[in-house]
């Protein structure tokens, strides 16, 4: 069956400038994930969804940083007033279930350039 | 301390040996642990997950753990030079939603 697909694959935007990045999980999957990643690290967790609720979001580094998940699929990634540092690719993973007990799977990502 | 720690590596083996990747990790009360295969540029692969004490096998892969010690580890037998890929741990933090993930081995599979 299908993965998890992201939209767009890459997207350059000038500082200042707001961005959405959209997500959509495998069919079935009620545990949505973002996670973002740098160059030579881990991905890094933002904030996990579980159905259309945001059951923990305190990996979003800050409140420019927002995302939500109105049916319950797909989830969009906003981020307001973007600046150089939040350059980097940013990872959406579903699961069946929800943590500890299944097994995550990620999509291709969105790498985010902002000049 | 890190939350998880692996070796960045590289780690170079020939074609055809056994790759050893480690993992450690702080939290006692984590209960599921996992691996990921990362090739450049690309996102990262589910190879094996792990839930109790022991080993257990898929394939060519094996992954080990030991809760007591708080380590896991991936075993590579008959390495090919497409295992070369960087090797990412990541553990569930007990009590939270949050996948810590390691900064990940970098392993080298020379033909």
């Known amino acids: 069956g299908a993965g998890v697909s992201q939209t767009p694959s890459n997207k350059v935007t000038e500082k200042g400038k707001y961005v959405e990045l959209r997500c959509d999980p495998i069919?079935?999957?009620?545990?949505l994930y973002w996670y973002r990643q740098s160059l030579g690290q881990g991905p890094e967790f933002l904030i996990y969804f579980q159905g259309t609720g945001a059951a923990d979001d305190s990996g979003l580094p800050n409140d420019r940083f927002f995302a939500v998940r109105p049916e319950g699929s797909v989830s969009t990634l906003k981020i307001q007033r973007t600046e150089r540092g939040d350059s980097a690719v940013y990872l959406c993973?579903?699961?069946?279930?929800?943590?500890?007990?299944?097994?995550?799977?990620f999509g291709p990502g969105t790498r985010l350039t902002v000049t | 301390q890190k939350e998880v720690e692996q070796n960045s590596g590289p780690l170079s083996v020939p074609e055809g040996a056994i790759a050893s990747l480690n993992c450690t990790y702080s939290?006692?009360?984590?209960?599921?642990f996992f691996w990921y295969r990362q090739y450049s540029g690309k996102s990262p692969e589910l190879i094996m997950s792990?839930?109790?004490?022991g080993d257990k096998e898929d394939g060519r892969f094996t992954a080990q753990l030991n809760k007591a010690s708080q380590y896991v580890s991936l075993l590579i037998r008959d390495s090919q030079p497409s295992d070369s890929a960087t090797y990412l741990c990541?553990?569930?933090?007990?009590?939270?939603?949050?996948?810590?993930f390691g900064t990940g081995t970098r392993l080298k599979v020379l033909a």
């Open positions: 993973a579903s699961s069946l279930l929800g943590p500890s007990q299944s097994e995550q799977y």
């Open positions: 792990i839930y109790s004490n």
């Open positions: 939290d006692r009360g984590s209960q599921s």
């Open positions: 069919s079935g999957h009620t545990a």
């Open positions: 990541a553990v569930p933090t007990s009590g939270t939603y949050k996948y810590i």
